[in-house]
């Protein structure tokens, strides 16, 4: 089974400050078709999980351009350049590619 | 809008049975992969399985857990995506969501299900 491994799993950041999120993979997470099936999603207190990133680096439709995703192969990450007060909650990387598995995710906060 | 609703969760004894559904609208249900992924209380999220569209076969995965005991179904004629769970345990206890497979990820989530499985 694949293993996702997010660091860090809590994260306090400034208001306005960037932030990071980092996820590895047990193995590479190109498929056979050349693609790289990594998403991330954002779940806020009491709500259901929502994406924001897919194939590494593509938005989706209605996410702020402060968040982006990069990455390849084993690596990937998450950043936000400048965080506000509605971004509070924890963040999952999920792949794609070999079935479908979770980071235990990370949870972040306002200092 | 696309929307998914889940209904069915509960209170069930270790060992039983249950059967949740995803109510879907605002899409083509029946072009859709759909998967189900629970959360337990406090954790974080976990793949449960999947089930294909029909021209794709409508095969259904799952993940180790659920291997046995739970079976995803769908009918393409009321819109409507199942997962029936047998001989649950305690640890089946979670929210279960059913949510809609795009490039390799759920781009379209319900608001979940509780289910929880206790004496």
């Known amino acids: 089974d694949v293993v996702m491994t997010q660091s860090p799993l809590s994260l306090p950041v400034t208001l306005g400050q960037p932030a990071s999120i980092s996820c590895r993979s047990s193995q590479s997470l190109v498929y056979i078709d050349g693609n790289t099936y990594l998403s991330w999603f954002q779940q806020r207190p009491g709500q259901s999980p929502r994406r924001l990133i897919y194939r590494v680096s593509q938005r989706d439709s209605g996410v702020p351009d402060r968040f982006s995703g990069s990455g390849s192969g084993t690596d990937f990450t998450l950043k936000i350049s400048r965080v506000e007060a509605e971004d509070v909650g924890v963040y999952y990387c999920?792949?794609?590619?070999?079935?479908?598995?979770f980071g235990q995710g990370t949870k972040l906060e306002i200092k | 809008e696309v929307q998914l609703v889940e209904s069915g969760g509960g209170l069930v004894k270790p060992g039983g049975s249950l059967r949740v559904s995803c109510a879907a609208s605002?899409?083509?249900?029946?072009?859709?992969?759909m998967s189900w992924v629970r959360q337990a209380p406090g954790k974080g999220l976990e793949w449960v399985g999947r089930?294909?569209?029909?021209?794709?076969?409508?095969?259904?995965d799952y993940a180790a857990p659920g291997k046995g005991r739970f079976t995803i179904s769908r009918d393409d004629s009321k819109n409507i995506l199942y997962l029936q769970m047998n001989s649950l345990k305690a640890e089946d206890t979670a929210v279960y969501y059913c949510a809609r497979d795009h490039e390799g990820g759920y781009d379209q989530w319900g608001q979940g299900t509780l289910v929880t499985v206790s004496s």
């Open positions: 089930i294909k569209r029909k021209i794709d076969g409508e095969t259904a």
């Open positions: 999920m792949q794609g590619t070999h079935w479908y598995t």
């Open positions: 605002g899409f083509t249900f029946s072009n859709a992969w």
